[in-house]
């Protein structure tokens, strides 16, 4: 049973950059796909990213060529690298392995903060 972390989340003005990080408990992780996911309040959670085992990425419109996502294997990481923020991207971020759409394929960690002033 995987647990995951993520970290790196805060209050940052609008164009700023921020890094997102999320730890797993197993190595394990590293066979499947990873997503990173948000939630806005009163929205449902939304796919932003996904990176493949074997690193290949994708991105939802909303954040293409803003953001970037990557992962090591060895460290049982994944990280998603935020920049050119903006307020609408204020949410809560989780991470998860990929199950399609906005479906993960273990429990939900406590996600981390990530709030965009203009």
């Known amino acids: 049973h995987v647990q995951l972390v993520e970290s790196g989340g805060g209050l940052v003005q609008a164009g700023g950059s921020l890094r997102l990080s999320c730890a797993a408990s197993e190595s394990i992780f590293s066979i499947y796909a990873m997503g990173w996911y948000r939630q806005a309040p009163g929205k449902q959670r939304e796919l932003v990213a996904v990176i493949t085992s074997g690193g290949m990425t994708n991105f939802a419109d909303s954040v293409k060529g803003r953001f970037t996502v990557s992962r090591d294997n060895a460290k049982n990481m994944v990280y998603l690298q935020m920049n050119s923020l903006k307020p609408e991207d204020t949410a809560v971020y989780y991470c998860?392995?990929?199950?399609?759409?906005?479906?993960?394929?273990?429990?939900w960690g406590q996600g981390t903060q990530v709030t965009v002033s203009s």
């Open positions: 998860n392995g990929h199950a399609g759409g906005s479906l993960g394929v273990w429990d």
